[in-house]
């Protein structure tokens, strides 16, 4: 199977689709009688009203999700491969983004973080068009205004602005202008939310907007490591694909070297952005699927024992339906 997703065959896209329904054989064998879609955070609820928390069934529900992940995947695929992150193009990263998205029930239906992704791919392009670009104000700008309109949609999505000075550190020399224009941005559409909030007379509203950040790191964790057992292939994928990022790093082109520092970085921060939100759910990591996916899709760009690698997957593939199917 991953051989067949190593090239730009257009046959692909119909596997892909196939797959991305397959992999949710689970939920759509058992869907649950109720599935709540909370679409924005409370403070943006305040000024934007979108009445679609009863509109879909749960079988909708589950549906349009697969669908939103078949698009990202497609979308994802084409930055990558704009990027020359990969040996050569195919649709390794789409293959990637599908089954790091299909890991737990969360990840399966709609949930913020799922319409955020669609703003987290984005911000991955202009990213890295950073290093080519000979003045970064406009698009660290433009990062900014997606970020502020992710953090509408998602309180935790606001620790992305960190990548912004990350992401000028690794590709630009010191600019103050494209240091302080992401946060400009930002600041842009929060200036009009705060306008809203004046003359509804509820600035103190706006003001616990930005009460969770003050949030402390949690010390202790309660975890289920049965629920986690899944992510054991995926560790060992990681692990391996590290060992050859590390093999080839000195080789490959500077402006790769510092994109895989680039995701590597987004994807710490979108695993610790969780503690902005004591309620969060699990839904949250699939803000990690995006740079994770990258990174998983290089290994197998790489590979070279076929026998191994495609069983490695196929592995991945069982682990994930047997656990959707709550089979252990």
């Given at each position: 199977?991953?051989?067949q997703f190593?090239?730009?065959?257009?046959?692909?896209?119909?596997?892909?689709f196939?797959?991305?329904?397959?992999?949710?054989?689970?939920?759509?064998?058992?869907?649950?009688?109720e599935?709540?879609?909370?679409?924005?955070?409370?403070?943006?609820?305040?000024?934007i009203?979108?009445?679609?928390?009863?509109t879909?069934?749960?079988?909708?529900?589950?549906?349009f999700?697969?669908?939103?992940?078949?698009?990202q995947?497609?979308?994802?695929?084409?930055?990558?491969?704009?990027?020359?992150l990969?040996n050569?193009?195919?649709?390794?990263?789409a293959?990637?983004?599908?089954?790091?998205a299909?890991?737990?029930?969360?990840?399966?239906?709609?949930?913020?973080?799922l319409?955020?992704?669609?703003?987290?791919?984005?911000m991955?392009d202009?990213?890295?068009?950073?290093?080519?670009?000979?003045?970064?104000?406009m698009?660290?700008?433009?990062?900014?205004?997606?970020?502020?309109?992710?953090t509408?949609?998602?309180f935790?999505?606001?620790?992305?602005?960190?990548?912004?000075?990350l992401a000028?550190?690794?590709?630009?020399?010191?600019?103050?202008?494209?240091?302080i224009?992401?946060?400009?941005?930002?600041?842009?559409?929060?200036?009009?939310?705060?306008?809203?909030?004046y003359?509804?007379?509820?600035?103190?509203?706006?003001?616990?907007?930005?009460?969770?950040?003050?949030?402390k790191?949690?010390?202790?964790f309660?975890?289920?490591?049965?629920?986690?057992?899944?992510?054991?292939?995926?560790?060992?994928?990681m692990?391996?694909a590290?060992?050859?990022l590390?093999?080839?790093?000195?080789?490959?082109?500077?402006?790769?070297r510092?994109?895989?520092?680039?995701?590597?970085?987004?994807?710490?921060?979108s695993?610790?952005s969780?503690?902005?939100?004591?309620?969060?759910n699990?839904?949250?990591?699939?803000?990690?699927?995006?740079?994770?996916?990258?990174?998983?899709?290089?290994?197998?760009?790489?590979?070279k024992?076929?026998?191994?690698?495609?069983?490695l997957?196929?592995?991945?593939?069982?682990?994930i339906?047997?656990?959707?199917?709550?089979?252990?």
């Amino acid at each position: 199977m991953i051989n067949q997703f190593r090239n730009l065959n257009p046959i692909n896209l119909l596997i892909l689709f196939a797959y991305t329904f397959f992999m949710r054989i689970a939920i759509f064998a058992e869907t649950p009688p109720e599935l709540n879609f909370e679409f924005l955070e409370p403070y943006t609820k305040f000024f934007i009203q979108i009445p679609i928390q009863n509109t879909f069934s749960p079988s909708a529900n589950v549906f349009f999700a697969g669908v939103i992940i078949y698009i990202q995947a497609i979308l994802f695929n084409r930055v990558v491969n704009n990027h020359n992150l990969l040996n050569k193009p195919g649709f390794l990263p789409a293959l990637m983004y599908i089954t790091g998205a299909s890991l737990f029930m969360p990840f399966l239906v709609l949930s913020p973080t799922l319409i955020c992704n669609f703003l987290l791919i984005w911000m991955m392009d202009k990213f890295l068009k950073i290093g080519k670009s000979s003045n970064a104000i406009m698009i660290m700008f433009d990062i900014g205004m997606i970020i502020a309109i992710g953090t509408l949609i998602y309180f935790p999505f606001i620790v992305m602005l960190v990548m912004i000075w990350l992401a000028l550190l690794l590709y630009r020399s010191f600019n103050w202008r494209e240091w302080i224009s992401g946060l400009v941005g930002f600041l842009t559409i929060f200036f009009f939310v705060a306008v809203y909030y004046y003359w509804n007379d509820s600035l103190s509203m706006f003001y616990k907007i930005w009460l969770p950040l003050a949030n402390k790191f949690p010390s202790v964790f309660k975890i289920q490591y049965n629920d986690y057992l899944v992510l054991v292939p995926v560790v060992v994928m990681m692990v391996l694909a590290i060992l050859q990022l590390r093999e080839n790093f000195f080789r490959s082109f500077i402006s790769t070297r510092k994109a895989f520092q680039m995701l590597f970085f987004m994807f710490l921060i979108s695993i610790v952005s969780f503690y902005t939100k004591p309620d969060f759910n699990l839904y949250h990591f699939l803000l990690c699927v995006p740079p994770g996916a990258v990174l998983l899709a290089y290994y197998y760009s790489n590979a070279k024992k076929r026998w191994f690698y495609e069983s490695l997957f196929l592995i991945l593939v069982f682990a994930i339906q047997c656990f959707l199917f709550n089979v252990f």
